[in-house]
């Protein structure tokens, strides 16, 4: 079986294909300046007209037959999915009543699954969902402290996201520690970009340090992460600035790149760091402190930790930082607790879940038939 794995953003199309069940990746690739007319992407479906056509120049199919599903990533699938579905004019619906909660990310996602359904009409398509898997996480944990109404009437609440990779990493740590990934205790640390730490208890997201949005939780390359709501409403005042341009300032202009001033990229700032930058120093010593802060904190809602797992681009490429967060750990469980290194690959995640439910699809037909 062939799967296309499809991430559309708002101007661009990443995409892999993978053979099943070897799960051997094919080819990868990313289609940039979606919309722009001049370099002939006017949307999303002359974007995937491009992809499909490069698989076959390719000869990674010699037609479109050959993609047997087509899996894509959901940023935003709020209450309503805790599991990847097969999608159909409901699902597509209900992506459409997400996207208040993920304006930036939901419709780009959903002109990918259009363009493909445009494109073949026939071939199964999965929507699979970066909260998903923390749909698990109790009600005690995911509400927030505020009056009942904002939950009831506008969904206000953590959803957590890095979901597919945080389930991968879990998984591809339960397979290099040989138990079952539904008997351990693991924390499972995304640090990019974008930064998430997620702790899960017998295979299950019990908490996370994303909520309504990614804004939520750890320090990041241009996030604030946790900080007093009164905060932003004490520069807005003293700035006079909208609430508009209050959320350019915590999403884009603050985190690593906020506090060093030079760059949000940590190889850039630990360079600047050693050369005696004390801003940049400053940043990467918040950085490193408020993960410290939510593991320790994890260790306690879990009652301890098999591993703790590091992955993304700075978490797997930084094996001195690792290393001092091993230190901290070993001191404080004893060593009991093994801290592991794991590449994510949440493209994989995707194409493999898309495998499992039109498999399960495909056996369902076949069982209606027979009887």
């Not at 069940?21 to 479906?45: C, F, M, Q, Y």
């Not at 002109?111 to 109790?138: K, L, R």
């Not at 809602?301 to 091993?326: H, Q, R, S, W, Y």
Request: glycine share 8%.
């Amino acid at each position: 079986m062939k799967i296309l794995v499809i991430n559309c953003g708002s101007s661009s199309i990443k995409y892999k294909v993978y053979e099943f069940p070897s799960r051997t990746l094919l080819i990868k690739g990313i289609i940039e300046n979606v919309g722009d007319k001049s370099v002939s992407v006017a949307n999303h479906s002359e974007g995937l007209k491009k992809v499909l056509s490069k698989l076959i120049s390719k000869k990674v199919i010699s037609d479109l037959k050959e993609i047997n599903a087509v899996g894509h990533r959901v940023v935003h699938g709020g209450e309503t999915f805790q599991q990847p579905r097969m999608i159909n004019e409901e699902v597509i619906m209900k992506i459409k009543e997400c996207s208040k909660l993920a304006p930036l990310h939901n419709p780009a996602n959903l002109a990918g699954i259009i363009g493909c359904e445009n494109i073949m009409a026939n071939v199964p398509q999965v929507a699979v969902f970066d909260t998903a898997f923390h749909q698990t996480i109790p009600q005690y944990a995911y509400m927030y402290p505020i009056p009942m109404k904002y939950y009831k009437d506008d969904g206000v609440r953590k959803y957590g996201f890095h979901g597919t990779s945080h389930q991968f990493v879990a998984l591809a740590a339960a397979k290099k520690l040989g138990k079952p990934f539904n008997a351990l205790k693991l924390i499972t640390c995304h640090l990019g970009n974008g930064c998430s730490i997620t702790a899960i208890d017998k295979g299950k997201s019990v908490d996370t340090s994303m909520g309504l949005t990614p804004l939520e939780g750890l320090m990041m390359g241009t996030r604030c992460g946790d900080i007093d709501v009164a905060a932003a409403f004490c520069v807005m005042e003293k700035e006079a600035i909208s609430v508009k341009e209050m959320d350019m300032v915590l999403n884009r202009k603050s985190g690593l790149l906020g506090i060093s001033g030079i760059s949000n990229d940590i190889r850039v700032i630990r360079k600047a760091a050693d050369k005696g930058n004390p801003s940049a120093k400053l940043a990467i010593e918040m950085f490193m402190y408020r993960i410290k802060k939510y593991i320790g904190a994890y260790l306690l809602v879990l009652g301890g930790a098999d591993a703790v797992c590091f992955t993304a681009g700075i978490g797997e490429n930084n094996p001195d930082l690792i290393k001092e967060f091993k230190k901290q750990i070993d001191k404080l469980t004893s060593k009991k607790t093994k801290v592991l290194v794991i590449p994510t690959d949440e493209e994989l995640m995707i194409a493999s879940l898309t495998h499992e439910v039109v498999t399960a699809s495909i056996k369902k037909k076949n069982v209606i038939a027979l009887s």
